[in-house]
């Protein structure tokens, strides 16, 4: 990411020969909701470290709901990483993470 705009056009090539590209870990690290605004990516990835404890932890649960519906909004596929017991994934589900 030294060089959003090259990213960016090297995205759309991807796109344009028939390949989605994925933020992953978002919410950690070096992800940025910038990159939901400049970058045209198919896929957002939700960090592990959300969906973990959200059968347990409402602030997470919030957090996760929220980045769920922007995400849709923006008409990205979601993919929740760290699903790992029923009620999490009952969660994930009513929410509608796909």
Known sequence: ????????????TL???????????FGVGQSSLTYL???PISTLKIDQGFVKTLST????????????QLATS??????AEGVEDKQSLALRREWGCT
């Open 15 to 25: 796109r344009d020969h028939g390949y989605g590209v994925a933020i992953d870990d």
């Open 57 to 68: 932890d409402p602030k997470n649960q919030t957090i996760v709901r929220s980045v769920l």
């Open 1 to 12: 990411m030294a060089d959003p705009e090259q990213c960016r056009r090297l995205i759309e």
């Open 74 to 79: 923006l008409g990205l596929e979601i993919v």
């Open 37 to 39: 605004q400049k970058l």
